[in-house]
């Protein structure tokens, strides 16, 4: 089964915007997010964050981004709904200092070192070391 999904990634900070297309076919419909940006030279990352992360293991938070459909609309009607999504790293480190469930919620963040690829999606690297503002 064929199944390309394409990502629009749009960085406040930078204002660089990207669009990429990625086969899924390979990858038992879902792929990790950073390193699938990685692949494209796109880092989730504010200024020294890009060397001051956890490299992936979902402890730092500093590859917080919004996650949302295509067009930019909410993937996520309801704060339970978003929690039930989220790993338990995201769980732990979206609700940690600077990080508010709140603010995660609001702003749809994911941290991209955990959240798998589905589908088409809109991804906004916020402003902030954390990707938080
Ligand atoms: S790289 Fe540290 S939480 Fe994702």
Known sequence: ???????KYINKNTLQVNEIEIDLEQNIQQINL????KQF????YNGKSKYLNCKGIG???TCAVSVLDFDGNKIYSSKDEYIGDLTKMEKIRLNFFPHTLDNSFEKSLRL???Y???TD???IKNN???GNE
């Open 121 to 123: 999606l809109m991804i």
């Open 34 to 37: 950073k390193k699938t940006l």
């Open 116 to 118: 798998k690829i589905k």
């Open 112 to 114: 991209s070192c955990q």
């Open 128 to 130: 902030g070391f954390w």
């Open 1 to 7: 089964m064929e199944k390309t999904v394409k990502i």
């Open 59 to 61: 402890s730092c938070g």
């Open 41 to 44: 030279n796109i880092f989730p």
